[in-house]
């Protein structure tokens, strides 16, 4: 099944002393990108990130923010480390002598308010030894949620990429019943222009058949419209693939327009060029909606 570059998945884990949620979007991108955000006292975490984005996804860029809440963080007995807050005042005192400032008159009680703080978000984030395993399982749940809204993304484009292939293919039909009218209608312009130029040609003439033969192979559009219709056989058995096939479609689809240029180019038809520009148009939102596939 194909995959969008686009989806959200978020997981919430929670052990002893704290609970996480992972958050993971995705947008589209020619290559893998991973972003995360989380504690900075997590040295692995971005290593441990990409490693395990690189087992489900292919292409995109990957946002992955880790939120950390400590469960004794809601409680109101307001305790703090004592010892910690006078090791830090002590440390305070110290540079402050090193530095020529007078340390009392400096000290404020926002001082060791600010103290406290700091060493209450010191104890907030646990080591990265001791919760890596727990973090691997957190950002495998939402890369699974990620990757499950990106498959049922991934079919519903697939849906209306079939349905655009169908559309191009009844105006590759259309060409292709127009076609043979093409040198009919040349040669009886080219006749009636010789009239009025007061040159009756008989139109037996072979100065006049030799003109026609060359019109019909500068007009001649089978081997164009056979490929087409080749490419877009290719683009549905491509639909069908279980792997990523971004790339590919991107491939194909540029074939899909030089070939439909050409026929523009060549069909010298009123009704061949309302259907090329038709294609055309059809086939632009048919990329749009590919370069959104992994």
């Known amino acids: 099944m194909i995959r969008s570059m686009t989806g959200y998945g978020r997981w919430s884990a929670q052990n002893e002393t704290h609970s996480m949620t992972v958050e993971a979007s995705s947008v589209n ?3 893998l990108e991973v972003m995360v955000s989380g504690p900075k006292e997590w040295f692995g975490l971005d290593r441990v990130a990409a490693e395990l984005a690189k087992t489900r996804f292919s292409r995109g860029r990957v946002q992955v923010q880790i939120k950390l809440e400590s469960l004794s963080s809601g409680k109101s007995d307001g305790s703090w480390d004592d010892a910690v807050v006078l090791e830090k005042l002590g440390r305070l005192k110290e540079l402050c002598v090193k530095a020529g400032l007078p340390f009392e008159e400096r000290l404020t009680v926002d001082t060791v308010i600010q103290l406290i703080r700091m060493n209450a978000s010191e104890n907030l984030c646990p080591d990265w030894e001791t919760v890596e395993s727990w973090v691997r399982e957190a950002l495998d749940g939402a890369f699974s949620s990620l990757d499950a809204m990106r498959l049922q993304e991934g079919a519903a484009l697939r849906t209306d990429l079939l349905e655009r292939v169908s559309a191009i293919e009844e105006m590759v039909n259309g060409v292709s019943a127009l ?9 009886a312009a080219l006749l009636e222009r010789l009239r009025q130029s007061g040159l009756d040609l008989d139109p037996a003439d072979e100065r006049v058949l030799k003109e026609v033969s060359l019109f019909v192979d500068r007009c001649d559009v ?9 490419h877009l056989e290719q683009i549905r058995t491509t639909l069908d693939l279980d792997e990523a096939v971004g790339r590919k479609l991107d491939f194909i689809l540029q074939e899909v327009f030089r070939e439909v240029n050409t026929i523009g180019s060549k069909g010298n038809h009123l009704g061949i060029t309302q259907l090329v520009i ?4 059809e086939l632009e939102r048919l990329r749009e909606q590919a370069q959104n596939i992994e």
């Open 29 to 31: 991108r020619k290559n």
């Open 179 to 187: 076609a043979p009218e093409v040198a009919p209608a040349w040669r």
């Open 222 to 230: 089978s081997e164009e419209l056979t490929r087409l219709r080749s």
């Open 278 to 281: 038709a294609a055309k148009n």
